[in-house]
């Protein structure tokens, strides 16, 4: 079935640093993948998206490149700050019958000063 | 433009009661979709509702249980209550048949406590 897998957390970095967070999927066809980020407390807000393979989602200095041949999704920020703390997801969804979002667990992301 | 809308916020009930909890989608949506997170977990899927109906479900037993309303909005209902159904409910909406494309829309979520 399809399926979600992210790299564990907590990622603990410094301010400034740059990020990475490893996304990985099982799915048959053509799934959209997302980045939600879930801030303390607070439900989840949309991050950024791709539809297609070799789509680059990118928002807040937040980038992921849809890679179809590794089935990939990693998400990058070139320089974290503070107010990145948060916990992000990766999610699957496929369109038509199996209209839902598949997530995976999430990675807890510290930012130190 | 208001967003998704859930309550009650906070709950807290007894083992073995009823609880219904409330969502308003964001304008413009027609598709409720609800999720069940775990403390430290992923949401996963509980069902979704379009043009009033059930159209997909999640590994959820009967004691979950919904419904929509002809504005969109949707009640999510458990009956009696265990101790595991404690968690944060999230409901999402989107326009269907575009959620492949823009994705869903979350709430804040309901966190439930079951003592």
């Known amino acids: 079935g399809n399926s979600v897998t992210q790299m564990e957390g907590p990622v603990t970095l410094s301010e400034e640093a740059f990020l990475t967070i490893n996304c990985t999927y099982t799915?048959?066809?053509?799934?959209?993948l997302f980045w939600y980020v879930q801030y303390p407390g607070e439900g989840l807000q949309l991050l950024l998206k791709a539809t297609k393979a070799d789509d680059k989602g990118s928002n807040k200095g937040f980038e992921a490149t849809y890679r179809k041949e590794t089935t990939s999704f990693h998400l990058e920020k070139g320089s974290v700050q503070v107010s990145d703390s948060a916990v992000y997801f990766c999610a699957l969804l496929h369109g038509g019958a199996t209209n839902k979002l598949i997530f995976g667990t999430g990675t807890l992301l510290a930012v130190q000063p | 433009d208001a967003g998704v809308t859930q309550s009650p916020t906070h709950l807290i009930k007894t083992r073995g009661q009823q609880v219904t909890l409330r969502c308003s989608p964001k304008s413009g949506h027609d598709t409720v979709s609800w999720y069940q997170q775990a403390l430290g977990q992923g949401p996963q899927f509980i069902f979704q509702?379009?043009?009033?109906?059930?159209?997909q479900r999640g590994n959820f037993p009967d004691r979950f249980s919904g419904h929509q309303f002809p504005n969109y909005s949707s009640e999510l209902n458990v009956n009696a209550l265990l101790l595991g159904d404690s968690a944060l409910y999230l409901c999402?909406?989107?326009?269907?048949?575009?959620?492949?494309?823009?994705?869903?829309?979350f709430g804040s979520g309901t966190r439930l406590t079951v003592v």
């Open positions: 999402a909406s989107s326009l269907y048949p575009r959620t492949s494309r823009n994705g869903y829309t």
């Open positions: 509702y379009y043009e009033e109906e059930e159209r």
């Open positions: 799915a048959t066809g053509y799934p959209s």
